[in-house]
């Protein structure tokens, strides 16, 4: 009789203290090994990769599809409508180039210099609002409306809508009732099915106008790969980079003395941003991706079709890589981070958020030198979530 053998349950290695730190956990994580498997909160099975190098090169295998043709069991992330699915984030090299091309040109350097007139003037109006509260939530009132309103103004987005976007949008990352995720993304279904109709029947001087052009006059891409492309434009246009903006305030209040540098010498700042797009990026994984066929990774084989999460968060704190990792630092040289992305899936908006993020920073150190958080640290709220470590709320004292 062939003994009863049971397989062994993975570990789990993020809980509620790990959305609020999760940097002790990819320490452990790392100086364990460099690959592990492990369940995510809902149970699915996963292979984390922690190290910087393994990580780096992971982001331009080939075999590690973005595709969720290629998953065959585990995590395969958001549940989507086709007519959101057909984006950029999930669609391997040929349709991937041919897409990025139609939407390359709105965020080239020279484009994005265009919009810093836009950025400026949007921060400094949020500041005067911001004078105005001894007291506010520097996210709802600053970091959280000033991506959106150049992402809004590319896409020609009601300013009344952009709020309400966003929040569907952080639903999606952090829900806050069962079904709130699903809720969120078929809010953002029909509202973007809307919005390309109202833009159909009455073109603009904008990227959707140009997208619909594309589609209808040209036939470069379907019409799912147009809802898509305008669904990741927003998302990733309202997402990141008002946490990094946050995250990055936070990070300066507390480290005052480098503050007081940056503030007293602001060429520092794009060395400091990207010291920050290191330490402090919201998005603690890359997008997950399926092995079309077995692949070794740092000595773990890994089956076609499993889910492989390529830990950004943990490979900026890689010691290997980062000397002194935990330390934040903006003269720290080299820092050639990921949080960006790397090979064919690097930002198309990289340019306008490293933008967003200076001036904002920049703004705020120099019109709010007495800006102090308003609440004991461990009273911050943060999302629980393992995909985004990001603020829901930052308040601080403005006098």
């Known amino acids: 009789m062939t003994p ?90 040929a349709d991937h180039l041919r897409l990025r091309r139609l939407v390359s040109k709105g965020f080239t350097p020279r484009h994005t ?17 911001l004078a105005e509260l001894a007291h506010a939530d520097l996210v709802k009132a600053f970091a959280n409306p000033l991506p959106l309103v150049v992402i809004g103004d590319l896409l020609a987005v009601p300013e009344a809508d952009r709020s309400t976007f966003s929040g569907w949008v952080g639903a999606m990352f952090a829900p806050d009732y069962p079904g709130h995720t699903a809720d969120a993304i078929a809010h953002i279904h029909r509202y973007l099915v809307d919005l390309i109709a109202t833009r159909r029947a009455h073109p603009s001087d904008d990227m959707l106008s140009s997208l619909i052009a594309a589609r209808d006059d040209e036939d470069r891409l379907s019409e799912n790969e147009l809802v898509s492309l305008a669904f990741l434009i927003l998302m990733t246009g309202s997402e990141s980079a008002q946490h990094v903006i946050s995250g990055g305030m936070l990070t300066l209040l507390r480290h005052p003395e480098q503050r007081d540098e940056l503030r007293a010498r602001p060429e520092l700042m794009p060395q400091a941003v990207e010291e920050l797009l290191r330490y402090a990026h919201p998005n603690q994984m890359a997008i997950r991706r399926f092995p079309t066929e077995p692949v070794d990774i740092a000595g773990t084989r890994i089956p076609p079709g499993d889910t492989v999460l390529l830990c950004l968060a943990s490979a900026h704190r890689d010691p290997a890589r980062y000397p002194d990792p935990d330390r934040f630092d903006i003269h720290r040289e080299g820092t050639a981070q990921l949080a960006l992305g790397h090979g064919i899936h690097y930002c198309l908006g990289a340019p306008l958020v490293r933008l967003e993020i200076s001036t904002a920073l920049t703004t705020l150190l120099h019109r709010f030198p007495r800006l102090r958080l308003a609440v004991p640290e461990d009273q911050l709220e943060w999302r629980a979530s393992f995909r985004s470590h990001a603020l829901r709320r930052l308040p601080v004292a403005t006098r």
């Open 4 to 93: 009863h053998t049971t397989t062994p349950a993975l570990s789990r290695p993020f809980d509620e203290s790990s959305f609020h730190d999760p940097y002790p956990t990819y320490a452990r994580l790392r100086s364990e090994g460099p690959v592990h498997h492990i369940a995510l909160p809902d149970g699915s099975p996963v292979w984390l990769v922690t190290r910087e190098e393994d990580v780096r090169a992971g982001l331009t295998d080939a075999r590690l599809s973005v595709n969720k043709a290629h998953s065959r069991n585990g995590y395969q992330g958001f549940s989507l409508p086709p007519a959101l699915d057909a984006n950029l984030l999930n669609i391997d090299p």
């Open 113 to 129: 210099e265009r919009l810093r007139a836009r950025v400026v003037t949007a921060a400094h109006r949020l500041a005067d609002e």
